[in-house]
T-cell receptor
Framework: NAGVTQTPKFQVLKTGQSMTLQCAQD?????MSWYRQDPGMGLRLIHY???????DQGEVPNGYNVSRSTTEDFPLRLLSAAPSQTSVYFC???????????FGQGTRLTVV | EDQVTQSPEALRLQEGESSSLNCSYT??????LFWYRQDPGKGPEFLFT???AGEEKEKERLKATLTKKESFLHITAPKPEDSATYLC??????????????FGKGTLLTVNP
């Protein structure tokens, strides 16, 4: 099992550009989520999904869109990149609400 | 609002020198408290889940405990390979936050040989 796979690992964007961060899991988990990690701050929840076709906002959703068309994939879209979105992004999945989350290796995004 | 405070921010130990990391939390109703380990450039790796006060879990040199206000991660006779950032997270029960994990800022542990 590969677990949670994120692509790309590194990305540099110019302000105003759009892009999609990919996340795929092969554990048949219903729950998936996106976090961002910034220096001096804890991981913060951006969006999450409790199953295919169902998504909801987390703590810091502005500037990001998600969709969940399959159980395996949960892409995160940046609509118009801003320097404030420079961060490390982590995708996570879990079997249920109360079980542990498995994290991907992260995408380091720089917006210039 | 759910809050998690970890202390100390950084801890430097000699190999074999036991110590504890603290995670204080404020949550309306605790569904679960999670401990993760994060190595540089990697994603968090799950260690433990604690669900109720008085619960304890152990894994190798690590032992996690839980009270109604805080959790401790005890590290016994640490080795250099235990060096990492340790993250604590809480999940509240009920309402719109039933899936949100609130993370602390972490404790950076360095174990010198």
């Amino acid at each position: 099992n590969a677990g949670v796979t994120q692509t790309p690992k590194f990305q540099v964007l110019k302000t105003g550009q759009s892009m999609t961060l990919q996340c795929a899991q092969d554990m048949n988990h219903e729950y998936m989520s996106w976090y961002r990690q910034d220096p001096g701050m804890g991981l913060r929840l951006i969006h999450y999904s409790v199953g295919a076709g169902i998504t909801d906002q987390g703590e810091v959703p502005n500037g990001y869109n998600v969709s969940r068309s399959t159980t395996e994939d949960f892409p995160l879209r940046l609509l118009s990149a801003a320097p404030s979105q420079t961060s490390v992004y982590f995708c996570a999945s879990s079997y249920s609400v109360q079980t542990e989350a498995f994290f991907g290796q992260g995408t380091r995004l720089t917006v210039v | 609002e759910d809050q998690v405070t970890q202390s100390p921010e950084a801890l430097r130990l000699q190999e074999g020198e036991s110590s504890s990391l603290n995670c204080s939390y404020t949550v309306s109703g605790l569904r679960g408290l999670f401990w993760y380990r994060q190595d540089p450039g990697k994603g968090p790796e799950f260690l433990f889940t604690l669900y109720s006060a008085g619960e304890e879990k152990e894994k190798e040199r690590l032992k996690a405990t839980l009270t109604k206000k805080e959790s401790f991660l005890h590290i016994t006779a640490p080795k250099p390979e235990d060096s990492a950032t340790y993250l604590c997270a809480v999940q509240a029960s009920g309402g719109g936050s039933n899936y949100k994990l609130t993370f602390g800022k972490g404790t950076l542990l360095t174990v010198n040989p």
